[in-house]
């Protein structure tokens, strides 16, 4: 892996381990569940951002690699197995139109 990218990576999961250890306070202390699903989300959120790094530098490293040599396979291969661990993007809670409450909102 490249620095630039190590160091991002390791700054993104530090950060995610300062939030999952105040998680475990929360929960410890049996803090207000949505307190604790806000944290949690952040967690996700930082985890989420380290493995958009790691398959960047997958995608800038191996793959380009790969391309530059002509191995189509190996490029097809490099890429769905780096895209089997990418979640995607996160969907945003959608909010209830004014007027109304989420129970009424369609699914």
């Known amino acids: 892996m490249r620095d630039d990218d190590r160091t ?14 105040g998680v475990i306070r929360m929960v410890e202390a049996d803090a207000y569940c949505p307190d604790v699903m806000k944290q949690l989300s952040a967690v996700q959120g930082s985890v989420q951002q380290a493995n958009r790094r790691v398959l960047r530098n997958h995608l ?12 189509t396979e190996q490029i097809v291969d490099e890429l769905m197995e ?10 945003a809670p959608v909010a209830a139109p004014a007027g109304t409450t989420p129970s009424e909102v369609p699914a």
Do not use: N, Q, W, Y
Not at 8 to 21: E, N, Y
Not at 60 to 71: H, K, L
Not at 82 to 91: M, Y
């Open 60 to 71: 800038e490293t191996c793959v380009a690699e790969a391309m530059r040599a002509g191995r």
């Open 8 to 21: 991002s990576v390791l700054k993104r999961l530090r950060i995610a381990r300062g939030h999952l250890d």
């Open 82 to 91: 780096a895209l089997r661990f990418d979640p995607g993007p996160v969907a």
